[in-house]
């Protein structure tokens, strides 16, 4: 009889080691295979195309319509960011957004990054180029006027209300608008790019990096025909992605 115990204890701790080593094994394997999935967690990107539904946006004498050209940009850059990226489009059909529901998409997506895409627009016919916005209280020509200087958010412990939240990030922000003109800058033939700040009511609620490309005036006839142009977008696309890892890479 206590032989017999003896004998089934032994097995049951011979059960017991082969299992706890089993365990460890498959422990081990598992730490291994986690470390480059927890430093691969997918850094999500929200994308607003500008305008839509009634609201068209600027029209090109062409009759191409800014809604129209953002959301195809915004789609192609979507295609492109996605094998890396977590992308979320605040709209991805024609019809309208307020600018608040654009920006609550951004920040209840707890996104790393927004993106908003526009086209310019005037009554000028010969004004063309880029222009990469990144948030500010006051503009690049207020600033440049005189006027009192801007105060800082950045590191500092002062009550912000959710409607300035932006002011926290216009360091990062304004970083996130010179990687994105790099590498559009020579890349794509627009007659400028540059970077600018202004205090855009769609950035100024977005609690993360966030700019506003205007790629391009519609309203002028060559930048109109080449936003029609498949790969143009398509070569903006890829430049404003190579941007996005660029700016990713500087904070890593
Ligand atoms: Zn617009």
């Not at 539904?53 to 915004?74: C, Q, S």
């Not at 490309?213 to 696309?237: F, Q």
């Amino acid at each position: 009889m206590s032989m017999s115990c003896d004998l089934v204890t032994q097995k049951a701790v011979r059960s017991i080691f082969i299992l706890i080593t089993l365990l460890l094994v498959s422990l081990l394997g598992d730490a291994e295979a986690k470390t480059p999935f927890f430093k691969g967690i997918k850094k999500t990107v929200v994308l607003d195309p500008g305008h839509g539904g009634h609201d068209i946006g600027a029209r090109g004498p062409d009759g191409g319509l800014e809604k129209n050209v953002t959301l195809t940009l915004a789609t192609e850059l979507a295609a492109a960011l996605r094998d890396e990226y977590k992308v979320v489009m605040t709209r991805t059909g024609d019809y309208g957004l307020d600018l608040a529901g654009r920006t609550n998409t951004a920040n209840h997506s707890e996104a790393d990054l927004f993106i908003s895409i526009h086209t310019g627009g005037s009554f000028l016919h010969n004004a063309g180029g880029i222009i990469i916005f990144y948030f500010r209280e006051l503009s690049d020509q207020t600033l440049a006027s005189g006027s009192e200087p801007l105060k800082s958010f950045e590191d500092s412990d002062d009550q912000i209300t959710w409607d300035e939240i932006q002011q926290k990030h216009t360091g990062s922000s304004s970083i996130l608008a010179k990687s994105i003109q790099s590498r559009i800058s020579g890349k794509v033939k627009f007659s400028r790019c540059n970077v600018q700040s202004a205090p855009l009511l769609v950035l100024r609620g977005a609690d993360m990096p966030a700019v506003l490309i205007e790629t391009g005036y519609l309203t002028n006839p060559a930048e109109e025909k080449a936003l029609k142009d498949p790969e143009v977008i398509s070569r903006l696309a890829a430049a404003i992605r190579q941007g996005v890892e660029d700016f990713f890479s500087k904070f890593e």
